[in-house]
């Protein structure tokens, strides 16, 4: 059973490359980001709390994902792709804890590599579509400064357990895609 992090500054193309990792191998999706945009437009609680942080383009707390996190991983029975989640060390070290309680381990960590001005680009291209809240340039600015301060410590981690495995993320989408089956197996 195949358990993987997908990894990558906002606009890497996460999201984009889970449609395909899911298929390919059969494994469960689970994307933070998706989740806590649900808990908003549900109005939730929890919706109501996180809502201003994210619309900022700040990281939520660490225990709200964890909570969320721990309960995907034990309704699971297919392995998972983990999209936006771990977004920090102290994330990625209850991951791995997480994972030894459900018997499991983690495979690989894909890294998407891609320069900033591309990852710009995207995003403003989709805000013109999509309309995500925190989709515009300045909150793309403070999205990626929580990326370089808080969440790129995480590559080094997974580096250290020989799980990194980077990949070019400029090119198309089915380009991208073939180098994460080969670089995965
Ligand atoms: P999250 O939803 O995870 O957003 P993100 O990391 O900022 O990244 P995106 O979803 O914007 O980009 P992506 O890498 O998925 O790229 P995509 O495939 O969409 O998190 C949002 C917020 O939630 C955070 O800011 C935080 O507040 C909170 N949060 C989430 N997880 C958390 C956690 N663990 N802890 C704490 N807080 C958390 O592609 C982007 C665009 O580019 C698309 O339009 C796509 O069509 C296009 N594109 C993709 N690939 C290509 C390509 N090869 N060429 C050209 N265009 C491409
Ligand atoms: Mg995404």
Redesign the pocket.
Same mark, same amino acid.
């Given at each position: 059973m195949k358990n993987i992090v997908?990894f990558?500054?906002?606009?890497?193309?996460?999201?984009?490359?889970?449609d395909f990792i899911v298929e390919h191998y059969g494994l469960t999706h689970v994307?933070?980001?998706?989740?806590? !945009?649900k808990e908003i437009a549900d109005q939730t609680e929890l919706g109501k709390r996180?809502k201003n942080?994210?619309d900022?383009?700040?990281?939520?707390?660490?225990d /709200?994902?964890v909570e969320m996190?721990d309960k995907a991983i034990a309704a699971d029975t297919k392995g998972m792709l983990f999209?936006?989640?771990?977004?920090?060390v102290a994330?990625a070290e209850v991951l791995d804890k997480l994972l030894s309680k459900y018997g499991r381990e983690l495979t690989c960590m894909v890294q998407?590599e891609?320069p900033k001005d591309?990852?710009m680009? !995207?995003?403003l291209?989709?805000a013109k579509?999509?309309g995500?809240a925190?989709?515009n340039e300045a909150t /793309?600015n403070?999205?990626l400064q929580?990326?370089n301060s808080k969440t790129k410590p995480v590559a080094d981690y997974y580096a250290k357990q020989g799980k990194q495995k980077l990949i070019d993320?400029?090119?198309?989408?089915e380009?991208?895609a073939a180098r994460i089956r080969q670089a995965i197996g």
């Open positions: 997908i990558g500054a906002p606009g890497a193309g996460k999201g984009t490359q889970s994307s933070t980001g998706d989740l806590l !945009r996180i942080i994210m900022a383009g700040q990281l939520v707390n660490d /709200i994902v996190m999209d936006g989640f771990p977004r920090t994330q998407l891609v591309e990852l680009r !995207r995003l291209e989709r579509i999509q995500r925190d989709d /793309i403070n999205r929580e990326y993320g400029l090119g198309t989408i380009d991208i």
